[in-house]
């Protein structure tokens, strides 16, 4: 194939960018898996997403500093290859990243379908293949419109959740002693295990980073951009996670919100609330989330195709009117589809929060391996101590371990 059949196009700037960021990261978070991970650790969610917050800012720091150092489409494939150059590892790593995004906009399919349900009653199989369908249609005209769309839904996003914390942050005066009484129900091992269960699951409420990273030859200075978003966007996630977690377990018991199709409009509707307002929001900004995942994987797969060899050489081609993967995108919106229909919420999320660990463990390694090398540092890129990705593989797989374990 030609240069112009592979080639990304530059497009985005760094507030773009964040923003995007923001929106991938947030929207499935609050409006799918909170109430997951409170059915996990119950008033100590909080705790949970602040565990999940902190192994992923590190986790973001090594990202910050690789995506500047290899600004290439296959984000985590792209820089284990930079790291171990072992192809096999490559192509391992490279697939993996594409199942935990396709599984993960899979995860976030099926929360659209519970707050459809809000107002209509519509099978789940027309749901999940309506909502897959948009999401495709969106991802394969271009990264430009997807990430205008990305913009719109996450302003309105944060406009939703600044509505729950205004509506209801008078409930966190009750959140000091749901916190006491959760503490002392169970003997620490057991609560310690809920927690970390609840941490594997909100972890996955901050992958948006890694989506970030294959963004990078679509980037105006990536080298400053994408680590500039991937801090910015991980920033303003965990301080709404955290508000939005506390007021949660404070105005309705885990055991309601592990059961709820559409946690935050329940909470509304409990308390007199305008959980209508919150559903619409709820169903265009999971819609943002999902749709990032397919942007994402798509680029993966460009990059494994066009220039590691591992994936078929039509599924890296570039179309010249959208200047995105078409093929690739498309047969990732089907797959998708697939998924969201055959497994339920908790497992697909469990599954891509494990698979993104292990990605991210190997990530983080490969940086590692980059610094011991003592490899140039290109002019503009910032670096970390090589403490940063230590810890980064000691927390990711202390949290896959947790996970397998529990």
């Not at 792209?78 to 490559?90: E, P, S, Y």
Request: net charge neutral; hydrophobic share 60%.
């Amino acid at each position: 194939m030609t240069d112009t059949e592979t080639a990304l196009q530059p497009a985005l700037s760094r507030w773009v960018l964040a923003i995007y960021g923001l929106g991938t990261i947030v929207g499935a978070g609050i409006y799918v898996v909170i109430g997951k991970v409170a059915g996990e650790a119950g008033a100590l969610a909080p705790l949970a997403f602040l565990a999940a917050a902190i192994a992923a800012a590190i986790t973001g720091l090594s990202y910050a500093e690789l995506s500047a150092r290899v600004p290439e489409s296959g984000g985590s494939a792209a820089f284990i290859a930079r790291g171990f150059d072992r192809r096999w590892l490559t192509g391992i790593a490279g697939w993996g990243l594409i199942a935990t995004g396709l599984v993960s906009a899979a995860t976030i399919t099926t929360g659209f379908v519970g707050y459809v349900g809000v107002f209509l009653s519509v099978p789940r199989p027309l749901a999940i293949g309506l909502a897959a369908a948009l999401l495709t249609a969106v991802a394969a005209i271009g990264v430009r419109q997807a990430a205008w769309f990305m913009i719109a839904t996450t302003a309105l996003q944060v406009a939703g959740l600044i509505m729950v914390i205004v509506y209801l942050g008078g409930e966190l005066v009750h959140f000091p002693a749901a916190f006491s009484a959760a503490l002392s129900s169970e003997p620490a091992l057991p609560l310690a295990a809920s927690v970390l269960s609840g941490a594997v699951l909100s972890f996955y409420a901050f992958i948006g980073f890694e989506d970030l990273a294959t963004l990078s030859e679509e980037a105006k200075d990536s080298r400053r951009a994408i680590p500039f978003a991937i801090v910015a966007s991980l920033t303003g996630a965990s301080v709404l996670y955290l508000l939005i977690a506390a007021i949660a377990v404070s105005a309705m018991p885990p055991e309601a919100l592990a059961v709820s199709g559409a946690p935050l409009s329940d909470i509304l509707a409990r308390h007199g609330g305008p959980a209508e307002i919150i559903a619409v929001i709820g169903l265009l900004t999971i819609l943002n989330g999902a749709l990032a995942q397919i942007v994402m994987a798509a680029r993966v797969v460009h990059d494994l195709g066009s220039r590691r060899g591992s994936a078929p050489a039509w599924l890296a081609r570039i179309h010249p009117r959208t200047t995105t993967p078409l093929a690739a995108t498309v047969l990732g919106g089907a797959i998708v589809a697939v998924l969201a229909m055959a497994f339920p919420t908790e497992q697909l999320a469990a599954g891509t929060s494990l698979l993104m660990l292990l990605i991210f463990t190997a990530a983080c390694a490969a940086l590692l391996a980059i610094k011991a090398r003592r490899e140039p540092v290109p002019q503009g890129v910032r670096t970390y101590p090589a403490i940063i990705p230590a810890l980064g593989c000691m927390i990711c797989l202390t949290l896959a371990l947790a996970r397998l374990l529990t």
